[in-house]
Structures are given as structure tokens and as C-alpha cells.
């Protein structure tokens, strides 16, 4: 750009100006990406996952006595971005904690108070019927916890 005003040419003012630009806009919606819509996303489904969740019983018999272990377990996850567990600690969820959207794969984060990470779950949703997947980190085969939205907050 300093060659094209040493030069004084217009032809090499318009090419410098296109050069200098380009990068700036491509920076500029880069920026907007990750400033502004990531985060409205992220915030738009931490209110449609916040709610009641309590554990689905369902599934295959092989997982049926370790499920009757946790039965009548109730995860409340906040929109303000905490969570209330009601049930053992078997999967991994301590008692209370943080929780936040947009991690890794689209997984949601769960800390415990001292900001530790504690467990990840996986969301569904199919026509806001939601639910959180979550593996069983206790046992040596992977087992996953279903967890069903029953009420909103």
C-alpha cells in the first residue's frame, strides 16, 4: 500500500486498497462468529434445555439392576446456568454445580461448585422432546443414562 502512494498510481491504489480490505472484512465476520452468534446460540439452548429432567427406565434388561440403583434420580438444570441433582452421585454429577452449552461436539459441560468438570452429556432433541445422554464412568463396559425432560423452568 506505501509503494502505491509513493507511485502516486491509481491502478495500484485500487489493487492495494482491494488487498487490505479483503482480510479485514474476513477477520471482521470471524470476530462476529464467535462474539455474537456462538453465543446467542448457546444461550438460546441453555433455555430450551433448562427444565426437570428425571431418569428414563427404560432400555434393554442387561442395564435394568444397575438403573434400579439410580431410579428416582431428578437432574433441574437452571437457564441461569446451574443445576440441581437429586440421586447418587453414580454417574459422575455432584449434588450441585455449573453447567453451559457449546462444548466439545455439541456436548454440555457440567462442573462441580470448585469449577471442575465433572461429567459431559450428550442433548437430543426431537420436537422438544428433550433428553441428556450420559456415560456411566464407573464401570469398565460404557453404559449410557437417559435422562427426559418432564417439565420446563
Known amino acids: 500500500m506505501c ?29 462476529v462468529w464467535y462474539f455474537r452468534t456462538l453465543p446467542s446460540i448457546n444461550e438460546s439452548e441453555m433455555e430450551n434445555f433448562a427444565g426437570t429432567y428425571t431418569l428414563n427406565s427404560s432400555g434393554n434388561g442387561s442395564s435394568k439392576s444397575s438403573r434400579s440403583k439410580i431410579n428416582g434420580s431428578k437432574l433441574t438444570l437452571f437457564d441461569d446456568g446451574t443445576y440441581l441433582f437429586d440421586g447418587r ?4 454429577l455432584k449434588k450441585q454445580g455449573t453447567w453451559k452449552t457449546g462444548g466439545t461436539d455439541g456436548l454440555f459441560e457440567f462442573y462441580d461448585e470448585n469449577g471442575n468438570l465433572s461429567q459431559w452429556a450428550s442433548p437430543y432433541d426431537n420436537d422438544n422432546n428433550y433428553s441428556l445422554y450420559f456415560e456411566d464412568q464407573n464401570k469398565q463396559d460404557s453404559e449410557t443414562i437417559r435422562f427426559v425432560k418432564t417439565k420446563s423452568e
Not at 18 to 31: Q, R
Request: charged share 20%; glycine share 6%.
Open 3 to 31: 509503494i502505491a502512494f509513493i507511485k502516486k498510481s491509481s491502478a495500484l491504489k485500487k489493487t492495494a486498497l482491494k488487498i487490505t480490505v479483503i482480510p479485514i472484512l474476513c477477520w471482521g465476520l470471524i470476530a
Open 89 to 92: 452421585e453414580k454417574i459422575g
